[in-house]
């Protein structure tokens, strides 16, 4: 059973920086694409930031030159390096973790983690 745990959110005035990590159990290359998520109250749950291995990093046009998504394969663990924050930025942040079986995509989730940026 693949889980993954977040940590790092937290309380951080605007402009400030956090730092979200995500343990996965076991090795982080069984993963086809990793990504983070965020869902503000009231709003659908976005994409981030995304990658797969080999390719680039894709960043939502709200984050891009502020947030770097990054792997330490070593530790098996994904992070969401967030500088810059702006009040909009507040939302519960989840990492995500795609396999594919066959074709059949299965998608595993962390638990969420609350970042609030205040102005």
């Known amino acids: 059973q693949v889980q993954l745990v977040e940590s790092g959110g937290g309380l951080v005035q605007a402009g400030g920086s956090l730092r979200l990590s995500c343990e996965a159990s076991?090795?982080?290359?069984?993963?086809?694409?990793m990504g983070w998520y965020r869902q503000a109250p009231g709003k659908q749950r976005e994409l981030v930031a995304a990658?797969?291995?080999?390719?680039?990093?894709n960043y939502a046009d709200s984050v891009k030159g502020r947030f770097t998504m990054s792997i330490d394969s070593a530790k098996n663990t994904m992070y969401l390096q967030m500088n810059s924050l702006k009040p909009e930025d507040t939302a519960v942040y989840y990492c995500n973790a795609v396999t594919y079986v066959s074709t059949r995509p299965e998608d595993y989730w962390g638990q969420g983690t609350q970042v609030t940026v205040s102005s």
């Open positions: 076991g090795s982080i290359f069984r993963f086809n694409a």
């Open positions: 990658m797969t291995w080999g390719g680039p990093r």
